[in-house]
T-cell receptor, first 109, second 116 residues
């Protein structure tokens, strides 16, 4: 059964304290893995797409990496404005699209 | 920055009633999607739409649901006979390429549907 699991569910960081969010997946063929940011009451905002193991993408303080079983979203020296829920989603070979439950990140000044 | 617009932002309806959720995708986009998020749960894919027809749909998207692009700008989701469990935030999204090569999938702010 296709599955996407994100950990931790919630993460509190001090401003400047780097950390990583995890997205583990078990799917019948991965066509793409997506990271989104979601602010309260808003729709998901696209961050990255990764297609194959070993791929990495960066944007400002965020860096996404992909292996055959999981993806990490690394946050370097986070700021309070990085506080949001970060969602991982996969598109499978069976043309299904699954989101994880998200990691709620709070960055404390 | 272009954006996807959804109306209404909140919709309250009685069980068994029909509702239509409206979306205006970004003007040059060709691929359209509906997702929903039940409170405290995952965002769930419902359906994708391209070239005036459904290209993919999930198990959730049963005969109760339909989508339409009635004109050149709107994209609608109709729920024929609403049930209590249809209460959720419904998100519309659009992109200029299909999954998975769609690097920039834009989401609207959602319509919160409450079925009483």
């Amino acid at each position: 059964e296709d599955q996407v699991t994100q950990s931790p569910e919630a993460l509190r960081l001090q401003e400047g304290e780097s950390s990583s969010l995890n997205c583990s997946y078990t799917v019948s063929g991965l066509r793409g893995l997506f990271w989104y940011r979601q602010d309260p009451g808003k729709g998901p905002e696209f961050l990255f797409t990764l297609y194959s193991a070993g791929e990495e993408k960066e944007k400002e303080r965020l860096k996404a990496t992909l292996t055959k079983k999981e993806s990490f979203l690394h946050i370097t020296a986070p700021k309070p404005e990085d506080s949001a829920t970060y969602l991982c989603a996969v598109h499978t070979a069976g043309n299904q699209f699954y989101f994880g439950t998200g990691t709620s990140l709070t960055v404390i000044p | 920055e272009p954006e996807v617009t959804q109306t209404p932002s909140h919709q309250v309806t009685q069980m068994g009633q029909e509702v239509i959720l409206r979306c205006v995708p970004i003007s040059n986009h060709l691929y359209f999607y509906w997702y929903r998020q039940i409170l405290g749960q995952k965002v769930e894919f419902l359906v994708s739409f391209y070239n005036n027809e459904i290209s993919e749909k999930s198990e959730i998207f049963d005969d109760q649901f339909s989508v339409e692009r009635p004109d050149g700008s709107n994209f609608t989701l109709k729920i024929r006979s609403t049930k209590l469990e249809d209460s959720a935030m419904y998100f519309c999204a659009s992109g200029d390429r299909g999954l998975p090569t769609n690097e920039k999938l834009f989401f609207g702010s959602g319509t919160q549907l409450s079925v009483l």
